[in-house]
């Protein structure tokens, strides 16, 4: 049995504690917070574990195992730390940390001590995602062209970060999940809108090695309506991804554009010609289930079994080193930053 505390009690917190208390071979222990409301709230939904208040008395307990990490992201790194040195695995929320030499040092100490560390990479457990790897994969796209993504809304404005590091872990996870491709450079765009805080629109665009493969990000806090849409072009067919779809998130257009070229004209001049096609359009069945409750259950599981998870410590540290190249790319007007 994998005894389980977690730390941080706030927004996200309660679900973590949920879906750890569910998981198969799991027993949720201790929940740590600050506030004395949330942790009476968390005591009254889970009268059998500990309420404490110092994350470190939690680290400290020998009677935990693993620690959920549920904080903003600047307390990351100190208690990943304590919590690896004292021996146990960590599961932490994303992004993994605020820097990529905090990534690579706790990385480096979960190998020596030999733990598992998993960041909270949620949507790579959801049907769509799964179903999306599944059909890339698969090589039904085609050679892939392009990825776009859109994530706005109005609000949440955060008082530690900026856009790209509150949404853009979402999808820049999911994009380096699905797609087999090295990133060769990143350039960001921002505005910051209102005197003292952070840029609150940005646009993100990441380029790959080989064949002109481009993705582009779009986040927002200041949208009047909430979009959260991914497009995936390849030269056979398209996907599109709209999670806030009831029963139709994921489509598959068979559609494209065929261009061929001709050296013959009357004048001698090259020409392109250019066709469209327009088919079909599938909606596959996806997996039901709840993200999380998945993602809790695969921890688990890879500590139990010795297992490197999927969304560890290297995939954490390659969406850090994306959001640090954004933020230098924005410090310097939009400049090109080589990965």
């Known amino acids: 049995m994998l005894n389980i505390g977690v730390i941080g009690f706030g927004y996200w917190g309660p679900n973590v504690a949920r879906n750890f208390h569910a998981a198969a071979g799991a027993k949720l222990v201790a929940i740590c917070d600050f506030s004395d409301k949330r942790l009476a709230l968390a005591q009254n939904n889970y009268p059998f574990i500990q309420g404490i208040k110092d994350p470190y008395e939690l680290i400290r307990s020998t009677g935990i195992d693993a620690v959920a990490i549920v904080t903003p992201v ?10 690896l040195l004292a021996g146990k695995h960590i599961f932490v929320e994303k992004p993994f940390t605020a820097t990529s030499a905090q990534a690579r040092e706790l990385i480096d100490l979960a190998e020596r001590k030999n733990l598992r560390i998993m960041v909270d990479h949620t949507f790579l457990f959801t ?53 087999d491709k090295k990133p060769l450079a990143i350039a960001a765009h921002g505005s910051i809108h209102f005197q003292g805080g952070f840029e609150d629109i940005a646009y993100v665009a990441v380029e790959f090695e080989g064949n002109g493969f481009l993705a582009h990000f779009h986040v927002n806090w200041l949208s009047p309506v909430k979009i959260r849409q991914t497009l995936i072009s ?39 010609l250019v066709s469209y096609r327009s088919g079909d359009v599938h909606i596959p069945k996806l997996e039901a289930m709840e993200a999380l409750k998945a993602e809790a259950q695969y921890f688990v599981e890879c500590v139990e079994k010795n297992l490197p998870p999927a969304n560890g410590g290297q995939a954490g540290l390659q969406v850090v080193r994306l959001l640090e190249a954004a933020d230098e790319s924005l410090k310097q007007g939009g400049k090109r930053i080589v990965l």
Do not use: C
């Open 74 to 83: 600047f307390s990351h790194y100190e208690l990943a730390k304590a919590a």
């Open 234 to 272: 390849g030269d056979k067919k398209m996907l599109v991804w709209d999670d806030l779809s009831a029963d139709e998130k994921v489509k598959i257009y068979d559609r494209g554009v065929e261009v061929k070229s001709s050296n013959g004209g009357k004048d001698g001049i090259h020409e392109l």
């Open 127 to 179: 049907g769509a995602v799964r179903k999306i790897k599944q059909v890339i994969d698969s090589g039904e796209l085609g050679k892939l062209l392009f990825y776009d993504s859109v994530r706005v809304n109005l609000g949440l404005f955060q008082h530690d970060v900026n856009v790209i590091w509150d949404l853009a872990p979402h999808d820049l996870s999911i994009m380096a999940h699905v797609i």
